[in-house]
């Protein structure tokens, strides 16, 4: 066998990874080659030509040399400056491009996610620093909004509440009941095969619980949830309602169930938990918009998830 090229690291056939931190830092080695990226995926495909605002059509655009921290590109024509990173979570920030695109290839990949404490360590900078990207990440390039096409098709739906496990045991179905009740309730909706929806609402009884699932999921669809009483009134409001008896002990009825959302929620706390250790009701939705991104873009490769993600950083 001939001696194994040790610059050149081969993964095995069952890897799923396909973009090693090595070949990152190789695609974005410094500051200006993220400006670059930025400067070509937003304004200049080939690189050179752009569209000038100021004289209303396509010129030449040259980028020199100047004594500023970022460089800008300039219109032969007019001498109109395009700054490539106007409008994003880039612009105006004292951290370099280099490290928000790490703090990127962090987030889409790792399975868990990854805390602002190990940010801080990772890149060397302040924790407030780090704290603040992938806050910035979450909120604005993660969060997918009512904006983006209900859930549809066969979807399941459950909520959970949210913290901490009683810290003696409780007396009693209705005491168990109100220690539920007092907590912060998470409402999961899950496409069979498809995407996810993560809600924090207000309250898993009444408008809170069928006002999310209304606002999130699309009517034509078949939704499967467990005997939970609020969940009854859509029943008429959906193509079709299929119930599992959970409180009689039942929890697959031939396709009658909801373990689909149920393994998410135990792996989302499990991660969570691992990666984050509390959560604040504050930023809860954030960190569960960040869960969803992930599984809804979980059969793109490792590449495609950070350019996915590049590219909405562009595009706002
Ligand atoms: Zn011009």
Redo the contacts with the bound molecule.
């Keep these: 066998m001939p001696p194994a090229n040790r610059h050149e690291p081969k993964r095995a056939k069952s890897s799923h990874s396909d973009y090693s931190v090595t070949e990152f830092l190789a695609e974005f080695p410094d500051d200006a080659a993220c400006l670059e990226h930025l400067w070509r995926t937003r304004y200049a495909p080939d690189g050179e030509h752009a569209h000038?605002p100021?004289?209303n059509c396509r010129?030449v655009f040259k980028c020199y040399a100047t004594k500023q921290q970022r460089q800008s590109w300039t219109?032969t024509?007019?001498?109109?400056h395009v700054h490539p990173t106007a409008g994003t979570i880039f612009h105006r920030s004292s951290t370099s491009l280099r490290l928000w695109f790490h703090a990127m290839y962090l987030m889409t990949s790792t399975r868990c996610g990854i805390s602002a404490k190990q940010l801080e360590r990772e890149l060397g900078v302040h924790y407030k620093t780090a704290w603040r990207m992938f806050n910035k990440i979450r909120n604005e390039l993660m969060n997918e909004g009512e904006l983006t096409k209900p859930l549809s098709g066969e979807v399941e739906i459950d909520e959970t509440s949210w913290g901490g496990k009683p810290r003696r045991k409780l007396k009693g179905m209705r005491e168990a009941a109100q220690f539920r009740e007092a907590k912060t309730t998470v409402l999961g909706m899950v496409e069979r095969g498809g995407r996810v929806r993560l809600r924090v609402i207000a309250s898993r009884r009444g408008e809170p619980l069928s006002g999310a699932v209304r606002a999130n999921v699309n009517p034509e669809s078949i939704i499967f949830t467990d005997d939970w009483r609020p969940y009854r009134p859509l029943s008429k409001e959906f193509a079709a309602h299929r119930v599992i008896n959970h409180s009689a002990g039942v929890y697959v009825r031939g396709n009658v169930h909801t373990n689909t959302i149920e393994g998410f929620f135990g792996n989302l706390k499990t991660g969570m938990r691992g990666a984050y250790k509390v959560v604040s009701d504050k930023w809860l939705q954030s960190y569960l918009d960040e869960y969803a991104w992930r599984y809804n873009e979980r059969f793109r490769g490792e590449r495609s998830m950070f350019h996915s993600l590049l590219d909405t950083a562009a595009r706002r």
């Design positions: 000038c100021r004289c010129r219109c024509g007019c001498g109109h």
